[in-house]
């Protein structure tokens, strides 16, 4: 085999690989470099019903006047809040408000005319495209955008209009507009304690034009050398 001929071949190897290099570029660019999301599921019928508490959530309590009693209160791996003063509450199935009228109920027999603030914080994922990705105690009456602020903000590669609700492994249709989906709390979204919010990947990215580019520029250089 002469020297031509395997410059040649070397040529159009060095090509394939190029050519294969981009291709792996453009395809990892179209999906986002991401897994697909879950299939959508419908929303479930008592998405907004009586919020209640699981364990790992916490409860704020605020009593104004009395700052003995302020903190916030973690419900057990039992359903167990424990409070100073009343003692043990178990929530198991226990809408928030009958949890608050108990609390101000046992608190008003003991403090008269005293001002209490009950705040219900639940756990919740957010994670994706933000910069502190983790768990988190959110207070219902936030947004989704106030919850991914909490975590650090959306990373400059996230498509905020693409949030996502992840709940039981199944994503969980939420309005897509995105100025309701600004101003709604997640009370009113029918966010649950141990829900996922998921900020996704935009398809295409600085990172991925870069790679994408730099394969092509590589098609071009061996194609521009062996001619």
Known sequence: MTAISLGRMHMRRLLVAA???AAAA???AACGGAPPPPAPGPLVADS???LALRPGDVVKIQVFGHDELNGEYPVDENYLLLLPIIGEINVREMAVADLRRRI????????????ISIIPLFRVAVLGEVNRPGLYSVDPTMTIYDVV????????????????LIRGGQQVQVPVDAAWLARATLRELGVRSGDQIVMPRRALTSNDWWVLLTALNTVLLAYTIFR
């Open 19 to 21: 050519a294969l290099l």
């Open 26 to 28: 453009m395809s990892a």
């Open 48 to 50: 907004v019903g009586p």
């Open 104 to 115: 101000r109920a046992e608190f008003g027999q003991l403090y008269t005319q005293s001002f």
């Open 149 to 164: 602020a909490t975590a650090g903000g959306a990373t400059r590669d996230a498509k905020s209009s693409g949030t996502r």
